[in-house]
Structure formats: C-alpha cells, structure tokens
C-alpha cells in the first residue's frame, strides 16, 4: 500500500526470510562466518541457536547462497516432529534416495552409499534440520548415529542444527551427552542492540531502493528498541506498522508519538481504528494526507527529471556531503613526489523533503476529486517519465532533498565534475567501445576499459588502465565517497612510473581522515565505511581484478567493489576473502580525537567529553580533562560497541565514535 509513497521496489520489512535484506550486525557477521567455516572445513556437527525471530532462517539461507552450489549437495527438514524413522525417510527423500523401507539399516545403508559417492566426486554433503528444539531425544540420538558414517580423516556429512534456546538445554541432557561432546561450531545469535535499529532500519529501506529519507526520531528508536528487545522480526512489525502510519498520515518524519501508536495497533490496544481504515475514510477534502501526496508526487516528478539532465547516483556508489565544514584546499606536500591534488568539500545544505517546495506541473490538492485516482495519475506520469529516459535512470541519492536536487541543473553538474573528469561523450561522439578499442590497440583489448585513464565514469569510479595505478584511484574513488571533488588533470598528466610511488596515505591524512590497517575483513566490516582492498599478487581466481578495490556496498555476503579497471563489480564475500593482503578503511577525524592520551587538557579533550555525551556516555563535566571519568566513559563506550576496554582513544575507538555522530557520511550497509 505505502510502497508508492516511499519510492521502495517492494515492502522492505516482509517476514520473509529473504538472504539480501540480511543485516550482518557484529554477531550476524560472526554466526555466518562459523557457518561456513564448519561447514567448508568439514567439522561434522554444528549448532546455531537463538530468539525467535532473530534471523536464524534468514542466516540459513545467506549460508546457502554462499556454498558453491556445484560442489555441495544440501537438504533440509523442516518438520522436526519425527521418530528415528521417519527422519531417516525424510532424509533419504530430501536427497533423493530411496526410502521405502522400514528397516534403518537399509535406509542408513543408502545413505552411506550415497554419501561416499559424493565424496569420492570431490562434493560436500550438508544436512540442515530445522527447529530443532522440537526433536525428540531418541530422534537426536539417530542424528548422532548418521554422524558416525565417516572416513578416516573427513565427515562424510556436514549436519547443522538451528533452532531456539531450549535446543541448547536439551543437548545438555545426560543422555545426549556423545552428540553433545560432537558439536565442534557453536553460535547463539542474540538480538540487535539499541545502537543498531537505525542501521537496521536504514539497511533495509535501501536494499528496498527508497527514494526518500524517511527519518526515524531518537524517542522512536527508544520505543522501538523498548518494545522489540532487538529482535528483527519484531522490528519489521512494528517499523511496517510505522510507515503505514507515516503513508496515511503524508509523513516522512517518524516520532515518539506515531511508533507508540503503532505499538498499539500491534498490540490490539487502538481504538479500532486501524490505518487501513483511515485510509479507507480519507476523503477528497481531508486536509493532510492526500495534500502531502500531492506534494510528494512532485519528488517523483522532479527525481525523474534530473536523472533526464543527467544527476547519476546509485545506492551502490552515493555522493555524499560533509556536515557543514567549510570548503578548504588541500595540497599534497611536495616532499611526497604526489601531483598537487586540489580537494574542495562541499558543504551540505539540505533540507527535509517535507520542506521543499513542488515543482509546477503538479495539480494542486483542491483539484483533486479522488485520492486514489491522484495516486494512481501521479504513479503513471513518473512512470511514463522514467520509461522516457530508461536508458538514463538510476537511484536517486536516498539522502537528497527536493529542494537539493530541483536546484542541480545539467550545467551545474559540469561546472562541479569537469567534462574531462566525467568523460562525457558529445553527441556526434563514436560509440564507448569503439574508442576503447581505438585507445587500447592490443590483440586482446579489455572490453572494461574505460576510454580515458583517470576519469571519472558515471558510477563515480576513479577509471585506469594500469595495475599499478589501482591504488591510487582506488583511495580517490573513497574520497569522492566521502564528498571530495578531486582534480584529476594532475594525475593524468603525470608520468606514469612515478604515480605507484604516490603517497596517498599522507594525501588522506592532509585532508583530515585516518587509516585502519587490518587483514580481519570482519572487523573492518564493523565500521560501515567504504574500504580499500588490496589482493595477493598471486592469489589463484584474482586474475579478473585489480590490484586494489574500493568496496562501497554490501548486502547479506554480496559485495560491490569499485574496481579501477574494469567498474562496478559484483562478488560474494566467500569468494574474494582467500585473495585478501590487506584492508585499509578511512575514517573522519578532524578533531584529531585518536591523537588524545590521559592527561591531556583543552579544547579538543573538551571535543571528545562532547562526543561521548552525545552517543549518550557519562563524561561528567565537560571540563577539557582527560581524566579518570572520561576514561571510564571510553570503556563503557568500548563495551557497547565489543572493543578491548582500555579507556583510551584507540583508532578503533575514535572511528566508531566518528562514524556515530557522522550523518552525513557514506555507508556500507546502504
């Protein structure tokens, strides 16, 4: 009902346990690394538990999109109300086998043929068994006899068990003990904390490509926290409820007020007037929420409109803007050999979308004679608009006002990204490929080339020709991330053999970000910033990617990496993680709060005590001292956020506060 208004594909909190809307929340990215680690490395038993509905079924079905399906054979029981029997039968069906007979040995026999001729082919075997909890002790004790069909050195069967808390408290039971001691990977998935239903919220709104920002107020992400203790399922309730509520009431704001209503609806304790029926009695004349459409019906309109004029944004590779820092130029420092790159950065001023003004050609709402047939006429105008320029359309940037984007026309678009950069082709221009080919005359040319070497193309991706010259453009292609328009005339003109030697770690550092060195993709993941990737020179399976990636997205295990060759790629984390040397990820501080140490006293002590306060820790006064009671509020900070407690400003520490306070930043999970 509400997905018009919001500009979303389809409704985005669906119980439905679909893999791509996965938030990998620290303990969701921890669960599913166990997953494949037990199943990959053939360790037999594994055990995932948790609440109902905190994403179990969803974490399954990531697992399975991550498992090469060509090499894996996989069943999974769903009715877990089953004697030793009829489990064996069920199995045996689930891999197609034969199950007529009533004798286990048979049946177990099959089963075994079957699995030591998958093995013998080089597959693995992954038997999943759902709910279960329900599994009588006898069953699990017949689980536990399918374990034993083994080789010397290999599990011939990989058997994962999911199911809630009291599955754990069964295979504590004395008689369960041997399949107890079997289990070598356990997870227990608990629910989100406070600090990440927004993240979660967000996530999943653009996985469902919204077009608007729909801004969820901190006594609603109290409420909501309140009342679903972090647990997804409940979450996408109630949030569905909220938009709902929103869609009815012509609102993108979403306050206390409004999710205590919606609480009730899903409670059962309103006044029997649900949202579907006030949508129902809305009547031509009803002053807010058909007007609010109308008004929105203009967003649709305009979005369309500048994709035409030529705005290129997308969910995968967002152009963002800093809070309100004024512009300043940035020069590398001559000693590092590195062009003289010139990075301004815009300044953000955007307004709501319930603020902006509607652009002409909009009807107003005292014309309106049917809500509905409104609806249904402003759909068909953007639709017929969007069909028009089909060839051009792309998201929009979610975070983009109204106003922001009616004030973009195609000239200022040129003046800010130059035509050298953006590599446009005129209009008597030959066809991309063609020029490739003419630019890159070797037998074999590189259909991904971009035509020209150190330009911009229409994802925002820094493009090259040379393997050498990726890292480069890869930490330039984070920099346009966070907002930056670099000049790249410097690095065109440059001689090419020196740009490998650029130091771009001093270039970022000039333009107030720090670096977070790691080889732990999950713990570079925690931030949810863009990263750089660099690969091993001679990793088998990396021939096809450069040297050096930007990752700018990421949905369940799919990631989107911007790889300065050959563009936007696509590649399931399973599959890129064995290349990984190394991972650099850039985070803002332009407070220098990594640089504080206890004891130190002024205005930027004073800066951290205000951060803190403001992710909600205890510094006491802010008096500008780095005292005992700042360092206490650091460990509760690093606590919350499963750091080492050591009451100083690690990078680690100084990034997650960074990325807390940043609206305005770009984001993995978008």
């Given amino acids: 009902m509400y997905t018009a208004f919001y500009g979303l594909v389809e409704p985005p909190f669906n119980l439905t346990p679909d893999s791509k809307y996965l938030f990998l929340s620290q303990r969701h990215q921890e669960a599913l690394s166990a997953l494949l680690f037990g199943v990959t490395e053939r360790k ?12 179990k079924t969803t974490l399954i079905r990531a697992l399975l999109g991550q498992l090469d399906r060509e090499r894996t054979r996989t069943a999974m029981i769903l009715n877990s109300y089953l004697d030793d029997l009829e489990l064996l039968k069920s199995i045996n069906e689930e891999f197609g086998l034969s199950a007529q007979s009533d004798s286990r040995k048979a049946l177990l026999d099959e089963l075994n043929r079957f699995l030591v001729r998958e093995f013998e082919a080089g597959n693995n075997v992954l038997l999943i068994l759902d709910e279960a909890q329900n599994l009588r002790p006898e069953t699990l004790e017949q689980i536990r006899m399918i374990s034993n069909l083994e080789t010397e050195t290999d599990k011939l069967i990989q058997i994962l068990m999911v199911g809630q808390p009291e599955l754990r408290r069964t295979l504590a039971l004395p008689e369960l003990e041997q399949l107890n001691q079997r289990i070598t990977v356990r997870y227990h998935v608990t629910p989100l904390d406070e600090a990440e239903i927004g993240l979660y919220i967000h996530h999943r709104m653009v996985v469902a490509r919204s077009q608007v920002t729909v801004q969820f107020a901190p006594q609603a992400l109290r409420l909501i926290y309140h009342h679903t203790k972090g ?10 409820r909220c938009l709902l509520l929103g869609y009815v009431m ?16 899903v409670r059962g304790e309103a006044d029997g007037t649900s949202p579907s029926s006030k949508v129902a009695a809305t009547t031509p004349g009803a002053p807010r929420a058909w007007i609010s459409w109308a008004g929105q019906a203009a967003l649709g309109i305009a979005v369309v409109g500048i994709v035409v004029g030529g705005i290129w944004a997308g969910s995968a590779l967002r152009r963002m803007t800093s809070e309100g820092s004024p512009g300043f130029v940035s020069p590398i420092l001559a000693s590092t050999g590195s062009p003289g790159v010139v990075a301004v950065e815009q300044p953000s001023d955007q307004t709501s979308a319930n603020d902006a003004g509607s652009p002409g050609g909009v009807r107003s709402a005292e014309r309106i004679q049917n809500a509905e047939a409104a609806r249904v006429e402003v759909a068909s105008i953007a639709a017929n608009a969007r069909a028009e320029s089909a060839e051009l359309a792309r998201p929009i940037d979610s975070e983009q006002s109204v106003a922001e984007v009616a004030e973009i026309s195609t000239e200022n678009v040129r003046a800010e990204l130059n035509e050298s950069e953006l590599a446009a082709e005129p209009d008597n221009a030959e066809p991309a490929a063609e020029i490739a080919e003419a630019a890159v005359p070797d037998e074999k040319p590189n259909p991904n080339l971009f035509p020209q070497a150190w330009s911009l193309d229409r994802d925002f991706i820094v493009r090259v020709h040379r393997a050498d010259h990726s890292d480069a453009a890869a930490y330039l292609t984070l920099l346009k991330r966070w907002g930056l328009q670099i000049s790249l005339n410097e690095f065109a003109e440059a001689e090419g053999d020196l740009i490998a030697r650029y130091d771009m770690e001093t270039m970022v550092r000039q333009l107030e970000f720090r670096t977070i060195t790691t080889g732990d ?8 910033l863009p990263m750089l990737i660099r690969l091993e020179a001679d990793e088998p399976g990396n021939g096809d990617l450069a040297p050096t990636l930007a990752l700018v997205e990421m949905r369940g295990d799919l990631l989107t990496v911007a790889d300065p060759i050959s563009g936007l790629r696509q590649i399931r984390r399973s599959e890129i993680e064995p290349m990984i040397e190394e991972i650099c990820v850039l985070y803002r501080d332009s407070d ?9 006293t002024g205005a930027g002590v004073e800066t ?8 909600g820790q205890d510094v006491g006064n802010v008096d500008g001292q780095f005292g005992p009671k700042l360092s206490e509020a650091i460990r509760n900070f690093q606590k919350q ?16 506060l960074s990325a807390a306070l940043q609206i305005s930043r770009p984001r993995l999970y978008s």
């Avoid at 709060?593 to 206890?598: G, I, R, T, V």
């Avoid at 951290?608 to 403001?614: D, I, N, T, V």
């Fill in 44 to 55: 037999g038993f594994i055990c995932l538990s948790g609440e109902i509905g905190s994403g």
């Fill in 231 to 240: 647990v997804p399922r409940k979450i996408n309730v109630l949030i569905d």
């Fill in 250 to 265: 012509g609102r993108y704001d979403i306050d206390g007020e409004m999710v205590q209503q919606a609480i009730d609806e």
């Fill in 521 to 528: 993709l999950t713990l570079a993941l925690r931030l949810d």
């Fill in 592 to 600: 220098s709060l990594s640089d504080l140490m206890p004891g130190d």
């Fill in 608 to 615: 951290l005590q205000l951060a803190l306060a403001e992710v």
């Fill in 641 to 656: 956020r499963n750091l080492p407690r050591t009451g100083r400003v690690t990078p680690m520490t100084a990034a997650l």
